[in-house]
């Protein structure tokens, strides 16, 4: 796994180890708060969380990090993504969620603002992808409030509560 023990003001970041995945377990299976965040729209169990973690731990260009409120030191969020294998200054974010006690307080904007300055100093990364399924209004007024813009729609891309989801990928260059 790619590690970002890192922190700033607010915030600082721990990888995820395995006596974190129950913790985490409760914002997976919060799927009407988290659906879009995580991509996983029915509940799960620890065994499927720790497959999932797993996968993650075995590659060296992937991170799973757990976002922690530097005032409380307690978990309030995850953060997942990867450095692009094949363009070394590349990254794709996969997941960013907040507690919802915790959200609307500038945490989530300051969780990407820490990985974009760590990434961009020190890998060098130039570019930033995402995707965003097209009804998350939330989701997408974030992102684009961060000046992510929309490179492309695809349609029918992923699978939410019985119904194929058109996904907008969105970049921004650092």
Not at 4 to 20: R, S, T, V, W, Y
Not at 98 to 126: C, E, P, T
Request: net charge positive; aromatic share 12%.
């Amino acid at each position: 796994m790619f590690s970002l023990n890192i922190q700033n003001d607010a915030i600082f970041f721990k990888d995820i180890k395995l006596e974190h995945l129950p913790y985490i377990l409760q914002w997976y299976n919060k799927v009407d708060d988290f659906k879009f965040a995580t991509g996983i729209d029915t509940p799960m169990t620890l065994e499927m969380l720790t497959k999932k973690y797993a996968e993650v731990a075995i590659c060296s260009n992937e991170f799973f990090v757990g976002i922690f409120d530097r005032c409380e030191s307690k978990m309030i969020g995850i953060l997942k993504g990867r450095l692009h294998y094949k363009e070394k200054d590349a990254v794709w974010i996969s997941s960013l969620a907040i507690d919802s006690q915790y959200q609307r307080r500038g945490f989530g904007s300051s969780a990407l603002s820490l990985l974009l300055s760590y990434l961009k100093q020190k890998n060098m990364v130039k570019s930033v992808y995402l995707a965003v399924i097209e009804e998350n209004i939330q989701g997408k007024s974030f992102w684009a409030k961060h000046n992510f813009q929309v490179l492309r729609k695809i349609e029918k891309h992923i699978k939410l509560h019985d119904r194929q989801q058109n996904a907008i990928i969105m970049y921004r260059h650092i």
